[in-house]
């Protein structure tokens, strides 16, 4: 006789309900009072479903009710009747894969010199020595034909341009613009743009360019004087915010055909993210900001080690908590990094990989070396083609085979794998050496960040679920 049991799930409250969070198919289960007798008496041991059956009918449910009531737990995997947790096997990514994205880093270059930058410090993973520090228009062509051409089936692909400092070569990502308009219109496909700058180089000419293509805008800043000019400075060390702030107000009042977002780096040193996000949003006018962590390897002195995650997390929760409020109002709220998770549950997202890096997004060098990402160009390890000869495949397959969650052996009776698949590629090899190691260092922040947004996500289905409709667009992947 065939026992059940229970199957993987995380349970979360919100707005009076019940769920269970599906793992790993990453589906969002609403439990009434039936569900929840049936997983009381599991949790005691398995049963046989004549057992589960008459508990049911014990409860008024006639036998082809109760039947009903178990078919639909079992279909959704809210009861097994497997043998243990099965582990995800490593799936081979089937290549060639359709890109819809390519990240564009025409340049190296920065004007600025942050300290907790990647690029630099013994975190550096590129070797950009005698390669092209700025990206040639013939390369962002070739990078966007490259892009055209291997979109098969996509409708729609994006282009983000990327640094070091991208205004410093505007001219080239003016023109890379224009020619993929003109390429995807023949191909077609449409084609939309972002970019990610320090703000420092923005000019009535860029802003009025920028507002014209509908380019998405990213600012890299850390919140007010204070808190922005510890670490992101120039090379003279000079703070960069009485700069940037100017430019970015005039930005802000001229591109109104892109939503503009701000993103923060938090580091041991500045880590006060309500603060920041008042000044982001009420001094500046930032309608949407994105936190994250520094990504650096825990010697260096502004890393945020355990203690540090903890106290992020629980600012995390505070501002969060407003966003919550403001959403079963009904109203906009700019804390994006609650929007990107909301997005993802509600999407039922359940990723193989971290992220798109290496399958259907890559990052291309001002040389016009292809990597997985943004962050690994001009890394020779990590190089996987050029955009005049294609991807090595070959290549490709060895580094997904290695970030899919089928490898990382650690994750796999983690309820927070389905949107965290074992975190950033870079991130692991900067830690551990190893594009395919777990990100460890980060499971409690990772699993309480989403734990808060589970009961987030219930709390407006249960108020608002209207609100939920918000979720159903597609957004950047770039982190
Ligand atoms: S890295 Fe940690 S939090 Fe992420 S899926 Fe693996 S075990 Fe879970
Ligand atoms: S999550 Fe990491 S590996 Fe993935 S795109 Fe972002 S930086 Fe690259």
Avoid at 236 to 244: A, L, M
Wanted: charged share 20%; hydrophobic share 35%; with cysteine.
């Amino acid at each position: 006789m065939t026992n059940f049991r229970l199957g993987e799930f995380h349970p979360f409250e919100g707005g009076g309900k019940k769920y269970l969070y599906l793992v790993p198919s990453g589906a969002v289960f609403e439990m009434d009072g039936l569900a929840a007798g049936v997983i009381d008496q599991l949790r005691e041991s398995e049963r046989p479903a004549q057992e589960l059956l008459a508990g049911l009918q014990a409860n008024g449910l006639s036998v082809s009710d109760a039947d009903e009531v178990l078919k639909e737990l079992y279909q959704a995997h809210v009861i097994t009747s497997g043998d243990g947790v099965m582990p995800e096997a490593i799936e081979e990514a089937p290549l060639p894969f359709p890109l819809s994205s390519l990240v564009l880093n025409i340049t190296n270059q920065c004007n600025l010199s942050c300290k907790y930058c990647y690029e630099f410090g013994e975190d550096k993973l590129a070797n950009p020595e005698g390669k092209a520090q700025y990206m040639p228009v013939e390369t962002a062509q070739q990078a966007i034909d490259h892009l055209l051409a291997n979109s098969a089936g996509r409708r729609s692909v994006h282009v983000t341009f990327f640094g070091g400092e991208t205004l410093l070569n505007f001219r080239v990502m003016r023109s890379a613009v224009q020619y993929a308009v003109v390429k995807a219109r023949e191909a077609g496909k449409s084609v939309d743009f972002s970019l990610t700058t320090n703000g420092t180089l923005l000019s009535e000419e860029v802003i009025e360019f920028l507002s014209e293509y509908r380019v998405g805008v990213t600012i890299s800043l850390d919140g007010d004087r204070e808190m922005n000019d510890q670490f992101r400075v120039f090379h003279d060390g000079r703070g960069s915010y009485d700069v940037i702030a100017p430019k970015v107000r005039e930005l802000l009042a001229r591109h109104k055909t892109r939503p503009i977002g701000a993103r923060v780096t938090l580091t041991a040193q500045v880590s006060d993210v309500l603060k920041i996000y008042r000044h982001l949003t009420n001094d500046l006018g930032f309608r949407e900001v994105g936190f994250a962590p520094v990504t650096t390897s825990p010697v260096r002195l502004y890393a945020i080690g355990g203690g540090g995650l903890d106290l992020m997390l629980a600012q995390f929760t505070k501002l969060a908590n407003e966003y919550r409020e403001c959403a079963v109002r009904g109203e906009h709220h700019g804390f994006s990094n609650v929007t990107d998770t909301l997005m993802e549950v509600h999407q039922g997202v359940s990723k193989a990989y971290p992220c798109g890096a290496g399958l259907g997004l890559m990052g291309v060098a001002p040389s016009g070396d292809i990597a997985p990402c943004h962050r690994f160009v001009d890394s020779d390890q990590h190089k996987l083609g050029h955009v005049s000869t294609g991807i090595d495949h070959a290549k490709q397959a060895a580094f997904l085979n290695k970030g899919h969650i089928g490898s990382k052996y650690e994750c796999h009776t983690c309820f927070a794998r389905p949107l965290c698949s074992g975190g950033c590629h870079h991130e692991a090899f900067v830690r551990y050496g190893d594009t395919g190691h777990a990100n460890l260092h980060y499971c409690d922040w990772i699993r309480g960040w989403t734990d808060l947004c589970l009961g987030i996500y219930g709390d407006i289905a249960a108020r608002n679920p209207e609100y939920l409709r918000h979720f159903e667009e597609e957004r950047s992947v770039l982190q």
